[in-house]
DNA sequence: CATTTTTGGTTTATTTTTGGTCCATTTGAG
DNA sequence: CTCAAATGGACCAAAAATAAACCAAAAATG
């Protein structure tokens, strides 16, 4: 949101811009960046505004300022689990949800139960519904594969998905592909949704995995495809 | 509920709508929101209204006011970590690396690295030698799965696994299997991996992953096997 | 080595932005 | 109707941002 529309930026939000480009790897260590006067340019801002974000950072120990000669990168301070999460890159995460959800609709088949099942059956309705809302068809299918992953009532792999949850929806990439889902694509995948939920109603576990496969396949598409454009 | 396009946002709608940006990580720790003017405007709402909201997250925790300057967010996104991955069951724990690690072994055989399957050959050597000492071999035999993980060079992958190798670590159950583990059932261990890895060095990735099935099945044996006892 | 340029450090007066407050009016549900 | 919520406008004070000038030290130059 901060950085969403170019407003005017302020010190924090330019701390935050270059303290996210440090632990994104953009900025390499010791890497020294630009001087003030440029990057108030670049920034569109005043000296005084960079000055603040800078000193900010150095507070908090990502860069280390020296006087005459320049602005260093020092160390990005361990940021622990949640760096692979938020650095996880569109492929990696279409990899991992290949590698869990296939499985998942076996599990769901197993250890599902019938208010499980109807969770996922009104998410699905809702889905319908929303042909022409791309942002919020996201949303409702982001939900709908945490039901999934709920009926397998296995906690771990819950966690997992919902950690998963925060990559789908912090990513740029993936934001941006949200935004150019179509009317058809739309339609496509709630009928996959639909047989996937269906197969899991009549146990057929390979059934519902395989449609999952498709599923993801599709995602998959459309996913390299936004990132022609 | 959530109104898809264009509906009247009351306070506690827009309150809804952003708490959920906080704890989905739209808006990330230290983010400054938009100024009420443009809050208003974007959500369609009066500023008394987006400034009723913003009082009430205040008063939840989530989003700190500071006059003259603007709106923090002050909010950790529940670090449930500890939480799922110390109440995991061993059943769960079987059943969800059941889902990743068949594919792990596919991704290995399409991103895997010569120096990916080097360290894991000599993790196999080491355990080899480890027939008598069922404590060292369950070590080396997490390493091994972590190396596995780790030449598919997808960090989200990695991280999930390792994660997962923290349970492995902290469940009793699990520790006290590796106790019992005889000198035959690790040589069938040592013999799985080594076919794993042969697979993936041949660029067999279904054939990795089928043995990988095998491995996990006969992990969960020994599991149930121990749980009569 | 001496000199020039670059870079961060500081100060100041001024303008803009931002939340805080109040109030008359409109809207909408019970 | 009634009443609570939302609206839209105006004004305030604090905070932040700006713009311009000058300083001292590091770095680059010759």
Known sequence: MTASSEQKLGATDIAALLRREISKGILHLHDRLPPERVLAETYG????????????????????????????????????????????TPLELMDTRFALEPHICRLSVLHGR????????????????????????????????????????????????????????QDDWTRMRHLTLDAMTIKQYNAQHRQILNAIRTREPERAANIMKEHLETARLSLTRAAET
């Not at 020296?66 to 996880?88: F, I, K, L, Q, W």
């Not at 939900?143 to 792999?157: D, K, M, P, Q, V």
């Open 45 to 88: 801002a005043a000296r005084g505004t960079v000055r603040k974000a800078l000193n900010l950072l150095e507070s908090e120990g990502f860069v280390e300022i020296r006087p005459g000669s320049g602005t260093y990168v020092v160390h990005m301070p361990a940021d622990t689990s949640s760096d692979a999460v938020e650095n996880a």
């Open 114 to 169: 019938r208010t499980d099942f109807d969770a996922m059956e009104s998410l699905c309705a809702r889905m319908e519904t929303l042909l022409d809302d791309p942002v919020a068809f996201s949303e409702v299918d982001s939900e709908f594969h945490r039901a999934l992953a709920n009926s397998t009532r296995n906690g771990l792999l819950i966690w997992i998905i919902d950690q998963i949850g925060h990559v789908r929806s």
